[in-house]
């Protein structure tokens, strides 16, 4: 069966520093890859989108980046962190013949 | 630029209650519709996902239904119960090209016992 892991759980980081939120598909092959979050009072905005190694499509301009080394592992960077960076994130993935996508356990960001 | 909307914010019912949530979409050119559940602090699940050519789709307690041509959806719980308390999220898909969802607010149900 396939899993999706993201790591850490929770964060508290001070405003300007760096950021790696990490995401990895388990049992699967060649999913579409998704970066969400979730802020308060706001729904879920989709932030980068990967359909293959190396394919990352942005959605939303920001001082946040996506990277695919590799097929099943997804991370979402910055180099320096906002306040309204804070949020919740959500990975999430979908086999590419079929429409349902996959949410991890989401991953809470709060910038100090 | 397709816009969702979910009515209400919040509700709270008894439990045993049969309740209606809203969803509806500016830009009825969708290719689905999807239907998610999100427990505090936690990721989102699946429910339901209705393809644009469908009217309604079913599981266990739920049901949902879709009018494309109006840019309505709505999920039907039956015989709500305390475990039903979720934010439910709307999303849609808008075309077949992309797959990026845009999502609803949701709606934050309370079912009391």
């Known amino acids: 069966s396939q899993t999706i892991h993201q790591w850490p759980a929770t964060l508290v980081q001070p405003v300007g520093s760096p950021l790696s939120l990490e995401c990895t598909v388990e049992g699967t092959s060649n999913p579409n890859l998704y970066w969400y979050r979730q802020a308060a009072g706001r729904g879920l905005q989709l932030l980068f989108y990967?359909?293959?190694?190396?394919?990352i499509s942005s959605e939303v301009p920001q001082n946040l980046s996506a990277s695919r080394p590799q097929d099943r592992q997804f991370i979402l960077s910055s180099k320096k962190l906002l306040l309204s960076d804070s949020g919740f994130y959500l990975c999430?993935?979908?086999?590419?013949?079929?429409?349902?996508?996959?949410f991890g356990p989401g991953t809470r960001l709060t910038v100090l | 630029k397709q816009e969702v909307t979910q009515i209400p914010a919040a509700l709270s019912v008894p439990e045993g209650e049969n309740l209606v949530l809203n969803c509806s979409f500016t830009?009825?050119?969708?290719?689905?519709l999807q239907w998610f559940r999100q427990d505090p602090g936690k990721g989102l699940t699946s429910l339901l996902l209705i393809q644009s050519s469908q009217r309604e789709q079913t599981s266990g307690r739920l049901n949902a239904s879709l009018d494309k041509s109006s840019g309505r959806s709505t999920l039907y719980i039956a015989a709500s119960q305390p475990g039903d308390s979720a934010t439910y999220l709307c999303a849609v898909r808008p075309g077949q090209a992309g797959t990026a969802l845009i999502f609803g607010k949701g709606t934050t149900l309370s079912v009391s016992s």
């Open positions: 999430a993935w979908k086999p590419g013949a079929t429409d349902t996508q996959y």
């Open positions: 990967s359909v293959g190694i190396g394919q």
């Open positions: 830009d009825s050119a969708i290719y689905n």
